[in-house]
Nanobody
Framework: AQVVESGGGSVQDGGSLRLSCAASTSTGSYYCMAWFRQAPGKEREGVAL???????RYVDSVKGRFRISGDIARNTLYLQMNNLKPEDTAVYYC???????????????????WGQGTQVTVSS
């Protein structure tokens, strides 16, 4: 199993970026995919989640600015980030999960396969 992210970069305050993620698995499709981020000196936090049935969840700080999309059955995920702020600066990770209950919540323990991360830097 493998997850690969792409699309990070540097933008100015108010700019936009789009992250992409592709996952692979030899044991069937995942139940969910999600984006997490980790800023310097901070713990990793969940940003946005999509379950295979279409359930979507965002952390409050990105609501109205970020949009998650993709096709979980095909193991692809995107994150459109608009109106970026300096506090969005972080390494962004894509992750996929297949927890026993059949769906995911936006919590690390539900995501079992992680990418290496892609840097997003927003300057003021």
């Amino acid at each position: 199993a493998q997850v690969v992210e792409s699309g990070g970069g540097s933008v100015q305050d108010g700019g936009s970026l789009r992250l992409s993620c592709a996952a692979s698995t030899s044991t069937g499709s995942y139940y969910c995919m999600a984006w997490f981020r980790q800023a310097p000196g901070k713990e990793r936090e969940g940003v946005a989640l999509m379950n295979r049935g279409g359930y979507i969840r965002y952390v409050d700080s990105v609501k109205g600015r970020f949009r998650i999309s993709g096709d979980i059955a095909r193991n692809t995920l995107y994150l459109q980030m608009n109106n970026l702020k300096p506090e969005d600066t972080a390494v962004y990770y894509c992750a996929a999960g297949r927890p026993g209950r059949g769906y995911c919540e936006l919590t690390e323990s539900d995501l079992s396969v992680w990418g290496q991360g892609t840097q997003v830097t927003v300057s003021s």
